[in-house]
């Protein structure tokens, strides 16, 4: 499998002078993404599931997911990772002003398994169209 990846420059102007530096960004070349009609019919092929009942979970599943997380619990899907809310507040002075209508939930975040990390990169090949077309460019300019 491959992915491809653009090269993206940032200037660093942290320090004395800036400093241009490059950096690979993932680049989605798909049209669309995997739909859930295509994911129940892998799990169908891959289980005792039917893909009406394949489906029928992944439907249910972000209710289920949401219900946990509102309830102040971290899911773990074993073998993909776990769900937990990423949190912030209004700035306050002293720490009881700190309560809970200051308090507001910025993004849901994924920390993928170590086991998932692994399955993605056994098969990844990483291919850059910027850098393939930059070397065409220098060939020719030689």
Known sequence: MAMNYTVRKKVDKSGDKEVVRYYAASKVVQSEPVSNK?????????????????????????????????????????????????????????????????VRITRICFRA????MARIFKHLDLFSMQVQDLKKELKKKK
């Not at 309830?71 to 776990?82: A, H, P, Y």
């Not at 398994?113 to 998932?116: C, D, H, N």
Request: proline share 4%; hydrophobic share 40%.
């Open 38 to 102: 295509e994911i129940a019919e892998r799990l169908a092929e891959r289980s005792s599931l039917q893909t009406g009942d394949a489906q029928s979970v992944l439907v249910q599943l972000p209710d289920i997911i949401a219900d946990f997380l509102a309830s102040g619990r971290t899911v773990n899907i074993k073998g993909l990772g776990n769900f937990f809310p990423a949190m912030t507040s209004e700035p306050v002075e002293q720490i009881e002003d700190c309560t809970a209508d200051k």
């Open 113 to 116: 398994s170590k086991e998932f």
